[in-house]
């Protein structure tokens, strides 16, 4: 299968990147847009980027006018005529990408392949409403569209042999690495991201912890390259809503019914990078650092102890604060203390982050003096509720488990869903990568343990995740 000339339809944000991939690969690309002012966004769009590169000195002015000069814009999808291969990215709307999909059966020879860039959406559907459904397909990009190396190449019941392999390659041409998967909502990346990240919005909205401190822990404590209010942003939560409301569509698990907050926002319009305006704005400012200087502190727990010592911060007789180093809420152990209000759980991520439990006995002085504590010792603090799983685990080991039930499900392999979270998601490492680091019995008791609090169904330990560490094994069975 020979692709030269390619066709993107839409250029917002993934349409722009993915029209880029294609003219830096070599290829000829079409760009189509409904109007000229949508065009000229397009063009900003690759300019801005491909300006970026040669800011950097990754690409030569000249170079950069070559790419350019392979990109056509246009109006009119008769121009996709002579494509061999053209790209959806246009909203997620299904009725408006079947429409474009009958437009471009008409119009192009029959050979094109037609492919969507469809977060979440049937492409078997898609497919379905043309002549050719063998040679409908999907090829999901990750945004940054030049940057991020993942490409999910999905292919439906009907599609015909040799395309899918066809399209695997030119995605290599492009640099990119493939996962094939089949037409489940949210493919594999999406499928595990978008509970995530909705999962965040919810703890903020219940306010568990604040949007900065959530974003920093998961950043410093877990390695991922955003938090998930900053990622949220990035992607556009118009689309994050919309990816949520179908994945519910399919699994009705109300962990997938997107959170009233990413609604709010939406509607106000607040859309994210694309519309200048999120969940972070020009409001990003924090309160002042707490002076740490006049705390005193007690402890409980002996590397909490060792990190403070280390950063010359002695406990005394008579605390201000009492910090308790713990994996589960503290409420239990503060309500037999005879001064509950200075008791503070803490609980270590990796070497940055602190989790610092607030209970509902916590005076406000306790949980500032913690905090300052923290800072003195190296740690970023991340205040939050006294509740089961804190933030990072609360976020990350339902992750891990919705990793393991996809596996379970054969919908892909243990090697491709580690793959697709490195390349798609620029993660430090893949979900079985990191419950094999925690420890597969740690894992699986804070997922208990997050199951007992919340009672969530989808909390309760997978059962292969299970089953490896009653037979005592550390490691997933990989062939
Ligand atoms: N366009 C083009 N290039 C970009 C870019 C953009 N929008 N943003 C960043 N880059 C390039 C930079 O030029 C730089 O290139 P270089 O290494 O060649 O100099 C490189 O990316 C790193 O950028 P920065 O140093 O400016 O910033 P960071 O190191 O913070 O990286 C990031 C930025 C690549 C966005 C990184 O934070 C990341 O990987 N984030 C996670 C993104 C992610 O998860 N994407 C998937 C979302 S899900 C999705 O898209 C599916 C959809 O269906 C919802």
């Known amino acids: 299968m020979a692709f030269e000339m390619v066709g993107v339809v839409g ?5 722009a990147g993915i029209a880029e991939v294609f003219a830096r690969a070599g290829l000829r ?39 350019l000069g392979r990109i056509t814009l246009t109006t ?81 019941v009907v599609t015909e042999p040799g395309v899918l392999s066809g399209v695997a390659e030119l995605a290599e041409r492009l640099g990119k690495t493939v996962v094939a998967v089949g037409d489940r909502a949210g493919f594999v990346v999406n499928r595990l991201l978008l509970p995530y990240l909705n999962h965040a919005a919810v703890l903020l909205e219940q306010g568990v912890a604040a949007r900065d401190d959530v974003d920093a822990a998961m950043k410093l404590g877990v390695g991922l390259p955003m938090g998930p209010f900053a990622l949220l942003d990035l992607i556009g939560l118009d689309t994050a809503y919309e990816v949520m409301g179908v994945l519910y569509d399919e699994t009705r698990d109300r962990r997938h019914a997107p959170a009233p907050l990413l609604r709010e926002l939406v509607t106000a319009g607040l859309l994210g990078r694309k519309s200048g305006r999120g969940f972070y704005g020009e ?13 005193s502190f007690g402890v409980v727990g002996d590397e909490l102890a060792g990190r403070l010592r280390a950063a010359g911060l002695e406990p005394s007789g008579d605390p201000d604060v009492l910090l308790h180093e713990a994996e589960r809420p503290v409420i239990e152990y503060a309500a037999g203390l005879k001064d509950p209000a200075k008791l503070v759980g803490v609980h270590l991520v990796g070497d940055r ?10 005076a406000e002085r306790a949980a500032t003096g913690a905090a300052g504590l923290m800072r003195a010792a190296g740690l970023t603090p991340v205040p939050c509720k006294d509740r089961a799983g804190f933030v990072v685990d609360a976020l990350l080991y339902p992750y891990l488990n919705d990793a393991v039930r996809m596996h379970d499900a054969g919908y892909a392999s243990i090697a491709d869903i580690d793959a697709a979270m ?21 894992v ?28 005592g094994l550390g490691a997933f069975p990989r062939p």
């Open 29 to 67: 690309v079409i760009g189509v847009e409904a109007d000229a002012e949508a065009l000229a966004r397009g063009r900003a769009h690759v300019e801005r980027s491909t300006g970026r590169a040669v800011d950097k000195g990754k690409l030569t002015p000249a170079e950069q006018a070559e790419i």
């Open 353 to 362: 982050v602190a989790e610092l439990a607030a209970t509902v006995l916590t």
């Open 283 to 295: 409001d990003g400012q924090r309160p002042a650092p707490v002076d740490s200087a006049a705390v």
């Open 11 to 15: 250029l917002g944000t993934m349409g």
């Open 422 to 442: 490195r390349l798609g998601c620029g993660y430090p490492a893949g979900p079985f990568e990191m419950l094999e680091t925690l420890g597969l019995a740690r």
């Open 444 to 471: 699986r008791d804070g997922l208990r343990a997050l199951y007992a609090e919340y009672r969530e169904p989808a909390f309760a330990p997978a059962p292969l995740l299970d089953q490896l560490v009653t037979a």
């Open 76 to 156: 009119s999808r008769d121009d996709l005529r002579a494509a061999d291969l053209v790209v959806e990215a246009i909203p997620e709307i299904m009725d408006y990408k079947i429409s474009l999909f009958q437009d471009l059966d008409r119009i192009c020879g029959p050979e094109t392949v037609l492919a969507t860039n469809t977060s979440s959406l049937s492409v078997t559907a898609i497919a379905a409403a043309t002549g050719r459904p063998g040679r409908v397909i999907g090829m999901h990009f990750f945004n940054p569209a030049p940057v991020m190396k993942l490409v999910e190449v999905v292919g439906t």
